[in-house]
């Protein structure tokens, strides 16, 4: 089992944070040593043979021999038997990935360009941010909201496309504490390698208090609950709030009460009716240089109290 | 080709000029036009690849601001036309439509294949269809990756018809092409010119077509759907109007799994030719290497699910395109291993295109052991849409189809140009190509493992070092294939004159001058033993 | 290659270009290529047969509501035309090989007419569905055209997709069988040579056969 465990120190993957991982890493090291095996076997004999028969003079006899029989059967054979066993050994491994756990923990997960939206049974919306508590199972249902994106966590060696128009979805139990990537792995666009996340393993209490905590933030000041909204709606992904420099939007760093030229010459100020506006109909006026149709309305997706958030809150962008 | 004087009258003095050219129906011609415009496609493809590599040498996009491409919308441009570009004009067409034009019809002693005209018109289409794809650069460009997924590709305000209307038109003319060898093979073969009696090559070039010709209608259809997607709105694959976006992916790997072996069964008749010819001595295992092509054309039908094993489709399906997926390695393999005996007992030399060839077993190899571990289901859900995936299938194709394109350039340089090559130049880019190989794409695997994925513009510190190691070998590649195109110029212009079989080789092409003349053979060749008869 | 068949002291000869040994090489040759062409047109209307199939399954309420606006008595006379063309097209051959020039191009010329007929009456099933607002996909204005089913517009996806790639190939052929008619005029086919003709009439009866098969499944499905 020595090189068991070398072939597996070796492998590079990410740390386990589950069972299922471990057994994926299990099969992935047998694959690793078989692998070796096979390639010094095939490169190993190639090297040695074209070493050994190289070409002594150019009238050299070569021997005649067209086929072997029983050496074709063994080297079919014995590749279908590990192929179809490998095979087998996976197949045990993904009917346990794939068989959802009854009473899981559910939490809703939405892609969207180019966040990830989370929401827990009670209400709490996040953004980016999966929290979990360890040593239960996890049933993530996956949805999008626009083109197909890929809920990836390496640490659980567990991935899932997010489709359009229906759900899917993941389960997990985690053994390890601590913060695990998210990554989007379904190509989606402009900033697809900026759909980032991080799953937080916490323990049971932890976590309790963090959907309470959630929970209480409703009643924050007005400034707070528009950068919690600014975040949920990942305005971030195209403006940035803490440099001047354009991201695929313009900045909104200390833009508060600024002159801005438009695509069409004019100025506008930069106030609390061109802030609203821009969030309602985003195509009415854009600032020069950056292009149009890019940036959705947010028409009836907020209501008027989180509106007066939003403004609030890059009005104090300084 | 002012330089072929001293041969006689050939293909390449026959008719001069350029119109001659245009309107030439010689297969051997069209080959050689295939040539001069796979390698335009393959150098904008190096460029794109370069700019990549270049981008992830050094990311920076905290602030979205890149080290060499502008931005993540630049970046997806870049990536998206180097895959269409080296998928649809480079891979596809390399092997086939180059070297199989070339030499199919030489192989098994006929004049020209079987329909001149449409081996002509197939060639437009290709020129048609890469220009509109290409020129989709000087539009609003194209953002969607190769595989052009719904319904990414229908949202996004990029040129997408136009690049499917190209790649359609240019699967008209695989499709054209594969027609044309399936009928070359069948009906023109020289007299005692059995099956059995032809060259490996040839057998691969006849599984390929057959793939060309049943699996390319899907995908044309698959691209129009999706054009009329884009233009009407039909709805077939927008989740918007009830459609399914899943289908789609159905579609488009139905043919491109297939196409994969498209695009490395023709290597793997290339470097049948070159082990027996390099080692002198007869194919082990004929008959199993010319089946197992045959076997995998067969069998690539019904593995294409194994690409969308995260997909959403059912746990069912998964499994039975990974089981059907492990079955597509045993031909495989028996052609590794009959290669390998093949050398045995041989008389082994190491000229540039025998380099090629062992090139690729070293990497075909570990494409190959990569492959089975991304067919093994829970293993796959981890690598998929990874850099693991990146490395595999760059093993296989560069590794594999381009190594062998390079290998059996140069093999039958001599026959093509009438000229040898400089042996210590050629010798340079296989080591340069084959190192710098390495240095990219090895690390990518170990970058999967850790779980980076693909199509990333920027990445996390984790990953950094291993994308500079990455980056650099791409700068070797390019020393080697600059290598190669000055020892291409310089055999052509300045190299010595080529005898007719340099090689000592046993196959058809070899009895006929170098550069054959122009109707191939002066006299009709009658066959009488079979391809590599090394006594 | 040279086409042209020019008499030989009065005896026609067979038809052979440069590349091959002799007349049959060359019509077996030609026969077998067309025919794995006609195997990619085929799987190319199989896969969007596939799709449709796929949905049918999926939502048969709204093929049914779709199937309902056609009309087909219009779908069933086209049907009717093109099998009467496949047959004059079949019988062209026949002509050509009896040196019956005059008969063939009548023939050739029927079945031209058909096509025409076939494309009149679908320009006019067309514009019809136009007139009614009855547009594919999310051109498609459900409260408008009173559609039941949500997603009435991906029948007409489906509906013009088809018949769409169906009626230009159609034309192709009209447009290959016209040549044939010149070239038959010209005095090109005769008893020895007749593999052009040949060729396009299995297009032909392909794209008939195509239709067969998309007459019922889009009119009387349901």
Known sequence: MMWFNIAKAQSFMPTQGTEIAKQVDNLYGFLLITSFIACVLVIGGMIYFVWKYRRKSSEDKTAYISHNTFLEFLWSFIPLVIFLGVFAWGWFIYHDMRSMPKNALEINILGKQWAWEVEYKNGYKTVNEVVVPIGQDVKLLLSSNDVIHSFFIPSFRIKQDAVPGRYTALWFRADKLGDFHIFCTEYCGTSHSGMIGKLKVVSREEFDNYLEQGQEERHLPLAKKGEKLFAVKACASCHSVDSPAPKVGPSLFQKFGHKEVMDDGTEITFDENYIRESILEPNKHIVKGFPKGVMPTFQGQLNENELNALVEYIKELK | ?535 | MSTDSATHGGVRSAHVSHHFKDATQEYDSGKQGIWLFMVTEILMFGAILVGYGIFHNIYPEMFAEGAKTLDWRMGFINTLVLIFSSFTMAISISFVQKNETKKAAFALATTVLCGAIFMVIKYFEYSHKFHLGLYPGHFLDTAKVGAEHANLGMYFGFYYCMTGLHGIHVLVGMGLIIWLLIRTIRGDFHSQYWLPVEGVGIFWHIVDLIWIFLFPLLYLVG
Request: proline share 5%.
């Open chain 2, 1 to 535: 080709m002012a330089t072929t004087s001293a041969h006689g009258d050939n293909y390449l003095n026959h008719e001069k000029g350029l119109w001659s050219w245009l309107t030439t129906v010689d297969h051997k011609r069209i080959g050689l036009m295939y040539m001069i415009t796979v390698m335009f496609f393959f150098l904008i493809g190096g460029i794109m690849a370069l700019l990549l590599r270049l981008e992830l040498f050094a990311p920076n996009a905290a602030a979205n601001v890149g080290g060499v491409l502008k931005n993540g919308d630049v970046y997806n441009q870049v990536l998206t036309y180097h895959g269409a570009i080296m998928v649809f004009m480079v891979i596809v067409p390399g092997i086939p439509a180059i070297l199989g034009n070339f030499f199919l019809p030489l192989h098994i002693g006929a004049k020209d294949v079987a329909f001149p005209k449409i081996n002509l018109a197939s060639w437009y289409c290709f020129m048609a269809g890469a220009a509109l794809a290409v020129l989709t650069l000087f539009t609003k460009k194209i953002d969607t990756g190769w595989t052009f997924y719904t319904p990414y590709s229908i949202k996004t305000g990029t040129a997408t018809v136009m690049m499917v209307l190209g790649a359609f038109i240019m699967g008209m003319s695989s499709i054209l092409t594969g027609l044309n060898f399936i009928v070359t093979v069948h009906k023109l073969r020289a007299p005692g010119m059995t099956m059995h009696r032809m060259p490996l090559f040839v057998w691969a070039l006849y599984s390929t077509a057959i793939l060309q010709m049943l699996a390319t209608p899907v995908l044309g259809i698959t691209l129009l759907l999706l054009a009329a997607e884009k233009l009407f709105g039909v709805g077939i694959f927008d989740p918007a109007l009830g459609g399914d976006p899943v289908l789609f992916q159905h579609f488009f790997w139905f043919y491109s799994h297939p196409a994969v072996y498209i695009m490395i069964i023709p290597a793997m008749g290339v470097v049948s030719e070159l082990i027996t010819t390099f080692s002198r001595k007869v194919i082990f295992g004929y008959t199993a290497i010319a089946y197992s092509s045959l076997g995998i054309a067969a069998v690539s039908f019904f593995v294409w699910g194994h690409h969308m094993f995260v997909s959403g489709q059912s746990e069912t399906a998964g499994i039975l395109f990974s089981f059907l997926t492990m079955l597509v390695g045993v031909p495989t393999a028996i052609k590794m291993f009959n290669w390998v005996a093949t050398l045995y007992r041989g008389s082994v030399t190491f000229d540039s295109p025998m380099l090629f060839a062992l090139g690729f077993l070293f990497l075909f190899a570990i494409g190959g052991v990569t492959g089975i571990m991304l067919a093994t289901l829970p293993i796959n859900v981890h690598f998929h849409d990874t850099y693991f995936v990146v490395a595999h299938f760059h093993y296989v194709m560069v590794g594999g189809t381009l190594m062998a394109l390079m290998g059996g350039f140069y093999y039958w340089f001599p026959k093509m140009f009438g000229r040898m090559f400089n042996e210590f130049t050629a010798r340079m880019s296989f080591i340069f190509i084959f190192i710098g190989f390495n240095v990219t794409f090895f690390p990518q695997f170990i970058l999967g493992a850790m779980g980076m994925p693909r199509r990333y513009f920027d990445y996390i510190p984790a990953y950094e070092s291993l994308n500079k190691i990455s980056t650099i070998g791409s700068w070797l590649i390019l020393t080697g294939f600059l290598f190669g195109l000055y020892t291409i110029v310089q055999g052509i212009r300045k190299g010595a004159i080529a005898p007719m079989n340099p090689w000592r080789s046993k196959t058809l092409e070899w009895t006929t001058s170098s550069p054959p003349p122009h109707e191939n053979f002066k006299v009709e060749p009658i066959v009488t033993a079979g391809p590599y008869e090394y006594r």
